[in-house]
């Protein structure tokens, strides 16, 4: 089991950029897993936004998020991030953190691991 920790949410105005980032621990080699950032508005379903493969970089993104945000990793400090760029009002949403075993997906139920949640709030 991978524990996440989120951190980088908060208030910020339409067009800003926000980082996002998931200390996992603890220290492990990461090289079966992926690693992937959902979020979920208020009143609405969990939804696929990133995901990154530990070994090979191979990323996957949601289709409202493409072009936006960028989902990257960080070997030595066992950390992913996602880079959030153009920031508009439907952003606003608790963002989580996952990890599982295997290949990149999109479904949320072939992820295992979930952290807290850190809110990012984007205002007009």
């Known amino acids: 089991q991978v524990q996440l920790v989120e951190s980088g949410g908060g208030l910020v105005q339409a067009g800003d950029s926000l980082r996002l980032s998931c200390a996992t621990s603890p220290r492990r080699n990461l090289g079966t897993y992926s690693l992937g950032w959902f979020r979920q508005a208020p009143g609405k379903g969990r939804e696929f936004v990133a995901a990154?493969?530990?070994?090979?970089?191979?990323?996957l993104y949601g289709n409202s998020v493409k072009g936006r945000f960028t989902v990257s990793r960080d070997n030595a400090k066992n950390t992913v991030y996602l880079q959030m760029n153009n920031l508009k009002r439907e952003d606003t949403a608790i963002y989580y953190c996952t990890a599982r075993v295997g290949v990149v997906a999109d479904y949320e139920t072939r992820w295992y691991d979930w952290g807290q949640g850190t809110r990012v709030t984007v205002s007009s």
């Open positions: 990154i493969k530990w070994s090979d970089d191979t990323t």
